[in-house]
Structure formats: structure tokens, C-alpha cells
């Protein structure tokens, strides 16, 4: 099997923005990004889906996950050689693995389903949906974010995944985040620094 899903071997604090659309998971991962002079990884799906809206008027169908997911590996890849001590990641493979569950039955692709299992993170930071719902091209239902936040929390606790929940306006959830991170940061050495500029 192919390793275009396997993430570089590369000594950082990764950390996950976690949690169902429209809830402020961009938005944080700025700011954290911003607080630790460092990078964060978009979510590759967002342009991918994007475009296919705009040149074809199509959502996204099960065919699109793979190249979603190879993407969004290779955009994490090339941002953790420009991290320092910390890369903030706007979604992970474990997501898109939930999305597939969800949007089509259950099925999940074996190379996406095996590398959203193998690569690892730090830290999920789940984001509640107490956040006002905003709509645009791609986001859909709105009325079923209950279910879906407890898809997310399922998938962390399911798999056993180091995870605390973000809840509250923007400035207590940066303030509990930043604090689990520092934490993190204080338990490891030798964490990759980049001295290049950005």
C-alpha cells in the first residue's frame, strides 16, 4: 500500500482542531498558530470542495475523500518542516474518516480508515457547537450538529485519543487551549525548531 496518507516522522507538538462545521475550529487555529509564532495546516477539503463547486455545482461525493485526505497529508507534511515546537493542524484524517462514516454509510476507504488510525497527534482540541451556525457553499446541516458533535467525541474517545473539549467564546477557549499546550510543551525536549522565515 502506498504511503501518501503517512505523516513526515518529525519532533513537534502536533495538535488538532477537532469538531463538526462552524465551530470556530479555523478561528483558533490562527490564533493559536499567531500565539506560538508558528504555522497551522488548512483544511485542504475546504478549497478541494471549493473549486469542484464552482466548476461543476457539485458537493462532495465518497470519490472525492481520497484526494482529500492525500491533500491534506501533503499540506501537513510541507507546513511541519516550517513549524516551530508546535504545528496546529485545522483538521486531521480522523475527521475526514468521521465524515465518510456519517455521509455514506458507514464506508470508509481501508488506506484512509488505516492512516487516520496510524498517524498521530498530540492533541484533539474538540470544538463544541455553541458557536452560531454560518452558512456558505459547502457547509450542510445545520440541524444536525448534535449528532455530529457526538460523532467527533465518539471517534476521540473510540479510538483513544488525547482530547479536551473547547467550549465558551473565543477567549476561553484559547485560554484552555493554550494552557494544555503549554503543558505539553514543558513534558518534551529537544522539539524541532524552523529558523528560516516564513
Known sequence: MEKALE?????????????????????????????????WVPEYAREYLQNKWNNERKTCEDTDLLPIARGQIRL?????????????????????KVYSEEYYGGI????????????????????????PWEADDLRDRPEQREEMYKAFENA?????????????????????????IDELMNQRDNLSTYSGSL
Open 7 to 39: 505523516q513526515l516522522p518529525i519532533n513537534l507538538i502536533k495538535v488538532v482542531l477537532f469538531g463538526p462545521e462552524s465551530t470556530g475550529k479555523t478561528t483558533m487555529s490562527e490564533l493559536l498558530a499567531k500565539h506560538y509564532n508558528t504555522v
Open 76 to 96: 501537513e507534511n510541507e507546513l511541519a518542516l516550517k513549524a516551530d515546537k508546535v504545528l496546529i493542524c485545522d483538521t486531521d484524517l480522523l475527521e475526514t
Open 108 to 131: 470508509v476507504h481501508p488506506e484512509l480508515n488505516l492512516y487516520a488510525l496510524k498517524n498521530q497527534y498530540d492533541l484533539y482540541l474538540l470544538t463544541n457547537i455553541d458557536t
Open 156 to 180: 476521540l474517545i473510540t479510538n483513544n485519543r488525547p482530547f479536551i473539549r473547547l467550549n465558551g467564546d473565543i477567549k476561553t477557549r484559547f485560554k484552555v487551549a493554550v494552557k494544555a
